[in-house]
């Protein structure tokens, strides 16, 4: 299995007061920010969520409502190269605020187009063209998507076979892309490719390039068992772009892709911690209103203290959650390893959760018409494999363990 390589790390970026996260993930003003975010989501999502769904198509609309609300222009303020987090604190919170909603499909295309394509644009989008992406995507004029895993490749991003050939102009983009999530709406997709520069091998460096969603043609929509309204397609890909729409420098490809991914799987663990908090409340409601022997279901014993310990794994993977967001402008404090730990742990802990609530539900909770733990629980697989599976993220924590050879020498005697 291969294992995606970590980016290198960044010098420490001055202090900046403006982060919402500065004094700490609480406060006054962390929960006027939620609160602002929460209903500004709400208003979007909730009247176009059941015709998504329906459609099975993502409302570009909403993305293009949240720009003109000056969202993703917030949430990147002050972003550039030399300090690319823009406010980590802030994406947590819009992560957290829209898996609340129960719509896990529209808050990983949020996601997707607001913390994985606009933190590798800001990073890597040093010239005109991918600067005018970045300008339209802040506004929810464009919207973009990330395209890595391919039909034979899946996880291993090393086992790409897109191949873009140097032209005299630019470069010509052909290939498949299978799961490419927002394909449909979007207007411009970065695509992990193989540089083929004529010279040496094709299996040489890998290269990020900013394709227009012209050059993407749908060889196959993707029936999903879940998160309906998040449209994934098999995409055939033929594309003439120019020299600037390579994203960073040349074999910086992997480089590109992580470091979006790296902000999506915290944007999911963040998503997982809403969820999770919607699913937990829902069935604490139900558990108080639904009779059974002559009084509620919540003065059962085994049933409140389940959600009791659900509940309390919910507040340390929140405060895991914030931790990290804090963390992660600082060197060595929060990198590729520590994400992945934590995106995994939170997508189990939602699955388990979903789960068991919609099972506090008893029968209604199985009923599509009268719940909707079903399509919550259903949704909430995808997050073990979007953004990397359970397996890739628990190798890129295996790469970091670190044997105590003292402690073992000195306490440990097999004879």
């Not at 086992?159 to 709406?185: C, D, F, I, N």
């Not at 829902?282 to 059974?292: D, G, M, N, Y």
Request: charged fraction near 25%.
């Amino acid at each position: 299995m291969s294992v995606v390589a970590a980016p290198a790390e960044q010098t420490a970026p001055a202090e900046q007061t403006s982060r919402l996260f500065t004094a700490g993930p609480f406060g006054e003003r962390v929960e006027d920010t939620r609160k602002r975010v929460a209903e500004l989501l709400r208003r979007t999502f909730e009247p176009v969520a059941g015709q998504a769904e329906a459609e099975g198509l993502f409302p570009r609309d909403a993305l293009a409502g949240l720009g003109r609300a000056g969202l993703f222009e917030e949430r990147w303020r002050d972003a550039s190269p030399a300090d690319p987090y823009g406010d980590p604190g802030l994406g947590v919170i819009i992560a957290e605020e829209s898996g609340r909603l129960g719509h896990a499909s529209l808050s990983v295309g949020l996601s997707l187009h607001c913390e994985t394509v606009l933190s590798i644009l800001t990073r890597f989008g040093d010239s005109p063209l991918l600067a005018e992406y970045r300008a339209g995507a802040l506004e929810g004029r464009l919207v973009g998507c990330l395209g890595a895993s391919e039909p034979t490749g899946g996880s291993d991003l090393n086992g790409v076979r897109t191949v873009a050939r140097k032209t005299p102009g630019g470069w010509r983009v052909t290939g498949e892309k299978k799961y490419l999530s927002l394909g449909l709406v979007c207007d411009v997709a970065l695509l992990l490719c193989r540089l083929d520069e004529g010279s040496g091998p094709v299996d040489g460096r890998l290269g990020l390039l900013a394709v227009p969603r012209d050059g993407l043609t749908p060889r196959k929509r993707l029936d999903k068992a879940g998160t309906s309204a998040l449209d994934t397609t098999w995409m055939v890909i033929d594309a003439e772009v120019p020299d600037e729409a390579l994203v960073g420098r040349r074999g910086g490809g992997l480089l590109g892709a992580t470091w979006g991914l790296n902000h999506e799987r915290l944007s999911i663990a963040a998503q997982a911690v809403g969820g999770a908090a919607r699913a937990i409340g829902l069935a604490t409601a139900h558990l108080q209103r639904r009779r059974q022997f002559g009084k509620p279901l919540i003065e059962q014993q085994a049933l409140r203290l389940r959600l009791a310990e659900l509940s309390s794994r919910l507040i340390a993977l929140r405060y895991a959650v914030y931790t990290a967001a804090q963390g992660v402008a600082v060197p060595g404090a929060c990198g590729t390893r520590e994400i992945a730990a934590l995106k995994t742990t939170a997508a189990r802990f939602v699955e388990e959760v979903m789960s068991e609530c919609m099972h506090l539900f008893g029968g209604p909770g199985y009923l599509e018409d009268e719940t909707p733990l079903a399509r919550m629980w259903r949704d909430s697989r995808l997050a073990r494999l979007g953004g990397g599976t359970d397996e890739m993220m628990w190798e890129l924590v295996a790469g970091g363990l670190v044997p105590d050879t003292a402690a073992y020498d000195e306490g440990v005697d097999l004879g």
